[in-house]
């Protein structure tokens, strides 16, 4: 009897030292990789004529990736340049009346100051001197009539001005252009489909920097710094992990249940911290790829 009991308690020993030794090869944490995701979409309803991207092709900040139609646009802004350049014919119109009547009051004035002197000479009648000063006041009226055309016709530059900035805005609008640089990770439309205001064009990713998402306890919080450089596994093969440097990038200010995903129940009713550890792709990590992280 008391045999069998020694060797219930060395079987015991035994396994309490090898769940220890097991419990020490975990990792302290499990995530999922994952990125920023950035969704282009289209500001102007119109055709896409120009959509030459595909999925994984890298792309680098303000690149072309699709072109929505600018047919209308361009018949719009080559319509108000046309009403421009006629209003400014007329402009130029004006200016030649102006300077015409601006050399005819001179001339008058001329006469207008030659017949004031005459009168003063008694050479020279009442009557004449009232017809030139009433011909000087009908040529200044008619002088300050045409001045007042320029008024008009710079208002009606101002408004086709902006009308252009408009339209010209458009058709940048037209371009659609990369925000960041990444990688296209997904595509909406196809070639010569249309595109609307909001419509989604594009999902890019930056897949230089993926981010390890993964779950802490609040024991394991004060060990865990902003900038702190950590061990991070991903799967080799079914037995054999790699290992990379990564970096504590954010720490979540609020307590949260365990994400669903987590499969056990026990799991899911506990208290964790989320965490972010940066970690330099070279071409071995995937968005959604799992991971694991020693602190």
Request: net charge negative; glycine share 6%; hydrophobic share 40%.
């Amino acid at each position: 009897m008391k045999r069998i009991k020694r060797y219930q308690v060395l079987v015991g020993a035994l396994l309490a030292l090898t769940a220890c030794q097991g419990n020490n090869d975990l990792s302290d944490a499990y995530g999922n990789f994952e990125t920023d995701e950035v969704i282009i979409s289209s500001e102007v309803a119109g055709k896409l004529v120009d959509f030459d991207v595909e999925l994984g092709d890298q792309v680098k900040s303000g690149d072309l990736l699709a072109l929505v139609d600018t047919t209308q646009l361009s018949l719009q802004i080559h319509q108000i340049e046309a009403q421009q350049q006629a209003v400014s014919v007329r402009r130029i119109a004006v200016q030649a009346q102006v300077d015409v009547q601006q050399e005819q009051i001179k001339h008058l004035r001329i006469n207008q100051e030659r017949i004031h002197r005459l009168f003063s000479d008694k050479a020279a009648t009442q009557k004449q001197v009232d017809d030139v000063d009433g011909q000087m006041q009908v040529m200044q009226k008619q002088l300050e009539s045409l001045k007042t055309q320029f008024v008009s016709i710079n208002s009606e530059l101002e408004v086709q001005d902006a009308q252009l900035a408009i339209f010209r805005d458009k058709l940048d609008q037209c371009r659609i252009t990369s925000l960041m640089d990444g990688v296209v990770l997904e595509k909406y439309v196809e070639l010569g489909e249309l595109a609307a205001p909001g419509k989604a064009v594009v999902k890019l990713g930056d897949l230089e920097e993926l981010d390890l998402k993964v779950y802490v306890s609040g024991a394991q919080l004060p060990s865990i710094q902003l900038g702190q450089q950590v061990e991070v596994l991903i799967d080799q093969d079914r037995t054999e992990n790699q290992s990379l440097t990564g970096k504590v990038s954010w720490i979540s200010p609020e307590a949260e249940f365990t994400p669903k995903i987590i499969q056990t129940k026990e799991e899911r009713v506990k208290l964790v911290y989320a965490v972010k550890v940066s970690v330099k792709n070279d071409g071995r990590l995937k968005i959604g790829m799992p991971g694991e992280v020693n602190f």
